[in-house]
């Protein structure tokens, strides 16, 4: 039978290889044969899960097996950690990647991959293959499962802040791209951990109908645990969790999620009010310096911030009703007498002068609210 094959992504130091650890160790105490493939070029998933070992990565040996001509092969790459209270080894491989500045990560991904598949891994006797991904790489390798569907499942891992939301965000709006290409992998949902009770994530994944799986309060223990190369799960708050996730996932409870991701405008309105104003762009004479005179600087301030007011006022003045707006433009910009705007709509002098009193009234709380 093959491996159920599920992508873990969230934004770098989140806790997203603590989570993709903990659900490894919890899946291996359920007597599920577990294969935790780490894709980061940091190659430092596996780290925890080995006890504090690093593992040599798929891309340093193949350079050197490719220097002397010899082929890689299964026990070059792929590591096995027996712990003493656990029924059933634990598998791990790291891709790794190239050193900072001297190469690209994403292609380090897809290059894994393909030596991966030509040893045949999604043919192994493995239950569950956990990839753990770096989300907030957008180049096309590192969404190498999504685009190949190598990974049936995606899971997202977010904390509560506005940058992590929005990896989160950017992988679901990958995920939905592909899908409309022919991919196949689908979302299971969001894991939110080192939850800190603000709700923010939670809001974001009502917005975007993303169910959320799991919540992982922040931990004092749980962290040490993992500092010190262990599992925290070994606490029984942390391991309840995880272990119902385990579950939910094993026996197919999870609904996928038909998320699209939020626009950006959308997501960031989760966040408060946002001016729906263009930028103001720089001038070529201001970034040479070619304004020798103060004066001459504060005109172009003068004019930008004119233009502003004139964009924020016609903007006010389209939320006055149909009967304010048509009073107003008729009075203040057409400059026609009251005698005849009221002539002309049929009003009398007074009503129209009610109408153009109330419709400032109304303008000069709506321009500067």
Known sequence: MAARTIAIYGKGGIGKS?????LSATFALMNKRVLQLGCDP????????FGGISLPTVTDLFAEKNARSEPVTISDIVFRRDIADFPQPIYGIELGGPQ??????GRGIISGFDVLEKLGIFKWEIDIILMDFLGDVVCGGFATPL???LSEEVILVTNNDRQSIFTANNICQANNYFRTIGGESRLLGLIINRDDGS??????????GITVLMKVP??????DKDDSFDFAIRLPEIREKFQKLAEDIVAERITPCEAVGLDFMGFVRLFGAVSDDAPQPATAEELFGKKTSSSGNENVAEKSTLESDNQKMKRSIEKLTT???EIYRMVEQEKRAISDVAELT???DSAVQELLASARKELARLFFE
Request: hydrophobic share 25%; with cysteine.
């Open 218 to 223: 922040y931990n004092a223990e749980a962290r």
């Open 147 to 149: 685009a190949r569907s």
């Open 100 to 105: 900072v500045g001297r190469g690209c990560g």
């Open 323 to 325: 009967e304010q707006q």
């Open 42 to 49: 940091k190659h430092d998933s596996t780290t925890s899960l």
């Open 18 to 22: 603590f989570t993709t650890t903990n």
């Open 199 to 208: 709700g923010m994530a939670e809001k974001y994944a009502e917005a975007a």
């Open 346 to 348: 049929r009003r009398e």
